[in-house]
C-alpha cells in the first residue's frame, strides 16, 4: 500500500496572483484586492487576527 500523495504544483505569474488576492479579498472581506492592498498599507489590519488577513497579505507585492 503505497501512502504518496499526487499533487500537481501550478506557479503563478503576476496576473494570476492578482485574479487570487482579488478571490480571496472578496472570500473574506466582501472588498477586492486593490482595497485589501489599501487598507493592509494603511494599518487597517493591524489588530486582526482572522485568518484571512495574513493568508491574502501574503500575497501582496513585497517592497523593493
Given amino acids: ?15 494570476g496572483v492578482r485574479e487570487m488576492l482579488d478571490a480571496m479579498a472578496q472570500h473574506y472581506f466582501q472588498i477586492s484586492g486593490k482595497e485589501f492592498q489599501r487598507r493592509w ?3 487597517e489590519f493591524e489588530d486582526d487576527d482572522s485568518p484571512g488577513v495574513m493568508r491574502i497579505a501574503l500575497l501582496l507585492p513585497q517592497p523593493a
Fill in 1 to 15: 500500500m503505497s501512502d504518496t500523495l499526487d499533487i500537481e504544483v501550478q506557479e503563478l505569474g503576476p496576473e
Fill in 41 to 43: 498599507e494603511a494599518g
